[in-house]
Nanobody, 127 residues
Framework: QVTLVESGGGLVQAGGSLRLSCATSGRTFTNRPMGWFRQGPGKEREFVGVIRWRGSGTYYADTVKGRFAISRDNALNTVYLQMNNLKPEDTAVYYC????????????????????WGQGTQVTVSS
């Protein structure tokens, strides 16, 4: 079992920044791809980005590319989502998720490719 706990959400004005953290515990963390997803009001959950288990490769949704950055600290078993130049349309509950260490996708983007999920943290961007 892997336990994920997100933190760092809050209210920010458009153009501002936030950094979300996802602390993990349980099964081996360092060999799993770690993804971020979000679900806005009245919307389906959508992929935001993913970082490979070695931490050297990242992949982002077009909607956040160039504004968001994912990093991980394997020594702390924590993954981060740095969000810059936030827009009102970024308002959502943000979730981190741990993928399978033996998954077939180099950059898994589908929810079904992730085995474990955090409870989510709310990010609200005011205009």
């Amino acid at each position: 079992q892997v336990t994920l706990v997100e933190s760092g959400g809050g209210l920010v004005q458009a153009g501002g920044s936030l950094r979300l953290s996802c602390a993990t515990s349980g099964r081996t963390f360092t060999n799993r791809p770690m993804g971020w997803f979000r679900q806005g009001p009245g919307k389906e959950r959508e992929f935001v980005g993913v970082i490979r288990w070695r931490g050297s490769g990242t992949y982002y949704a077009d909607t956040v590319k160039g504004r968001f950055a994912i990093s991980r600290d394997n020594a702390l078993n924590t993954v981060y989502l740095q969000m810059n130049n936030l827009k009102p349309e970024d308002t959502a509950v943000y979730y981190c998720a741990a993928g399978s260490p033996s998954g077939s996708s180099y950059y898994p983007t589908a929810s079904s490719e992730y085995n474990f999920w955090g409870q989510g943290t709310q990010v609200t961007v005011s205009s």
